[in-house]
């Protein structure tokens, strides 16, 4: 099957990148990124620290294949693809009255990875485009066939091979800037592979690329009340907002760690483990796309 995964390529977008990470790992040269995302390829040698995050986590991540980028719209035209993705419907709708107008509800899909929970307005385009084709939204209260799930995800490679925790709480507070401390990727990684648990929060949306960080180097994420409100608690998130993610585990070990509740240590050595399991099964870019996302993609609903 070939995709044509149509995005800004010019400035990182979370969920649009850590998408096409897991379909160009798992679809090889049958995907095209209209525009090239050059951040994302392992021979990207600009600084990454003017990227958004330092381009922690998202950067260097995919080979540069032989793509073939050209007559774009002849080959919409002619259906050429087999699907069109919009990456960012919000932020990038090339060829779209084409793109509608060439191919069925079934083989377009569109993702709207913004902030803003079921921002809809009847004079954005996103409005125009339900019903023609399957829409996925990261931050969702909505739960209807017309508008489906998607959340952010780790890429495989970033994932931890081994930890040692030798260290209760990570040093890395969101939002205390003085603990924003580390210049490389791998001292990031390293405080929450040596740290049994680490503190995220919910930040301009619940989802946070952060809380991947953390479970894919073996830590346990503690989500703390917001302001201390109960009505901003984990468990008031959205079903459908970060949907996979295991907020269950992490409320209860976020009581567990808030109450200074003793434990074996093997109960908190088995939890970071089950965990980082957990993260390779279902929350890698490469088995969130190949478990959930292609299907839905390749069938429609």
Known sequence: MKILYICPGNTPDYQCDLIFIGLRNILGESITDLNKIEYLYRNYDRPRE???????????????????????????????????????????????????????????????????ADNYNKRDCVYSVFGKGLYFKRESSTNTNQVLPIQFCLPACKMATSFDKSKTLASIIPGEIRTYSFNTESEYYDEYRRSMFAITTKKCGWDCLRHYEILGNGCIPIFNN?????????????????????KGIVQHMTYVYNNNIQLPKNFFDDMCNHLWEYTRDYLTCESYCKKYLLPLIRGGI
């Open 50 to 116: 003017i990227l958004y995050g330092k381009g922690f986590t998202y950067t260097n991540t995919i080979d540069d294949l032989n793509i073939d980028r050209t007559d774009i719209e002849s080959k919409i035209r002619n259906k050429y693809y087999d699907r069109v993705v919009y990456g960012s419907i919000h932020r990038n709708q090339q060829y779209l009255d084409l793109v509608l107008s060439v191919y069925s509800p079934n083989e377009i899909a569109f993702i709207d990875g913004e902030d803003l």
């Open 226 to 246: 917001l302001h201390n409100d109960e009505n901003n608690s984990i468990k008031n998130c959205p079903v459908n907002t970060m949907h996979l993610f295991p």
